[in-house]
């Protein structure tokens, strides 16, 4: 089992960045791939990327393609999806999420693990 503690947003004006951290416990964290995922009020939670465990593959959703980049150091436990170029439509709770396996699907129900989310806010 791990548990996941995100970290990083805030306020930031449209073409700013942020960089959010996902924090695991557990010695087992370079076994489980992560994703991010997002939601913004009203709206279904979507996939923004994702990191397999080991080998470090990566992928991202179109809307956020070339701004955003995820990245781990399993030494620290961590996950971290740097923004940049945010806009306003980034507005959202992110989540990040884990899952056993070599595998990094793009759907909510296949991660078994979630953080209680961090709030991203971007001004026009």
Do not use: H
């Given at each position: 089992?791990?548990?996941?503690?995100?970290?990083?947003?805030g306020l930031v004006?449209?073409?700013?960045?942020?960089?959010?951290?996902?924090?695991?416990?557990?010695?087992?964290?370079?076994?489980?791939?992560?994703?991010?995922?997002?939601q913004a009020p009203?709206?279904?939670?979507?996939?923004?990327?994702?990191?397999?465990?080991?080998?470090?593959?990566?992928?991202?959703?179109?809307?956020?393609?070339?701004?955003?980049?995820?990245?781990?150091?399993?030494?620290?436990?961590?996950?971290?999806?740097?923004?940049?170029?945010?806009?306003?439509?980034?507005?959202?709770?992110?989540y990040c999420a884990?899952?056993?396996?070599?595998?990094?699907?793009?759907?909510?129900?296949?991660?078994?693990?979630?953080?209680?989310?961090?709030?991203?806010?971007?001004?026009?």
């Amino acid at each position: 089992q791990v548990q996941l503690v995100e970290s990083g947003g805030g306020l930031v004006q449209a073409g700013g960045s942020l960089r959010l951290s996902c924090a695991a416990s557990g010695r087992t964290f370079s076994s489980y791939a992560v994703g991010w995922f997002r939601q913004a009020p009203g709206k279904e939670r979507e996939f923004v990327a994702a990191i397999t465990r080991n080998t470090g593959n990566t992928v991202y959703a179109d809307s956020v393609k070339g701004r955003f980049t995820i990245s781990r150091d399993n030494a620290k436990n961590t996950v971290y999806l740097q923004m940049n170029s945010l806009k306003p439509e980034d507005t959202a709770d992110y989540y990040c999420a884990a899952r056993s396996g070599s595998l990094i699907p793009k759907t909510s129900g296949s991660y078994d693990y979630w953080g209680q989310g961090t709030q991203v806010t971007v001004s026009s």
